[in-house]
């Protein structure tokens, strides 16, 4: 039995583009894989709000579990809840706006909490390693502008961004589907993300 992991990371909630293209996504996905399993995690609610990285959590990561102390020991607290759902997942599905060209901060935040040292990335003899279990990694964006072609390609910064840190995880099967220029025809956005939903499966 396979499981998944999926953040939501627009503050628009279930009315955004984003989460429209995930409610697809995951009824089409459960339609191929009956018996995959889920755990959902909304950034964006108040339960589950990210906060930054402390400097006990940054000195904390970098020591053994039993060097550390209760501070940093609790400064790590969620990042290790965090890190177990991630690890615990064959695929990660993210569904999320790009915010000014980048990625939002709950996202920002989420990979700084799991990205962990000897966890989810090591070096061996100064190469890099990815030890993510996860083998792939869906990301459903909704943007105002378009980004895969025209003028706009060069100010893309978070599909490249995102494609990077699964390389970093070492997850090497790593799909983009994207609902563009909502902004000017957002009936026509959905639609042809809707499209590429469709010919994910």
């Known amino acids: 039995m396979t499981h998944a992991l999926v953040l939501t990371c627009s503050p628009n909630g279930a009315t955004s583009?984003?989460?429209?293209?995930?409610?697809?996504?995951l009824a089409r996905r459960k339609a191929r894989f009956p018996d995959e399993t889920l755990t959902v995690r909304d950034l964006t609610s108040p339960e589950n709000a990210l906060p930054h990285l402390s400097?006990?959590?940054?000195?904390?990561?970098?020591?053994?579990?039993?060097a550390r102390t209760p501070e940093q020991t609790?400064?790590?607290?969620?990042s290790d809840q965090l890190t177990a759902e991630f690890q615990s997942a064959d695929t990660l599905i993210v569904a999320t706006p790009i915010h000014n060209y980048t990625v939002p901060t709950t996202l920002k935040a989420w990979i700084d909490h799991v990205a962990r040292p000897g966890v989810t990335f090591t070096y061996e003899g100064g190469v890099r390693k990815g030890l993510a279990r996860a083998r792939s990694a869906v990301f459903l964006l909704a943007s105002g502008g378009v980004y895969t072609s025209g003028p706009q390609m060069v100010e893309d910064f978070l599909a490249p961004y995102l494609r990077h840190m699964m390389v970093f995880f070492g997850i090497p099967d790593v799909s983009v589907l994207r609902a563009e220029g909502?902004?000017?025809?957002?009936?026509?956005?959905?639609?042809r993300a809707e499209e590429q939903i469709a010919g994910a499966f």
């Open 182 to 191: 909502v902004a000017w025809d957002a009936p026509t956005a959905v639609a």
């Open 55 to 66: 400097a006990d959590f940054v000195t904390a990561m970098f020591l053994p579990r039993e």
């Open 17 to 25: 583009v984003s989460s429209k293209m995930l409610k697809n996504y």
């Open 74 to 78: 609790r400064a790590l607290e969620l």
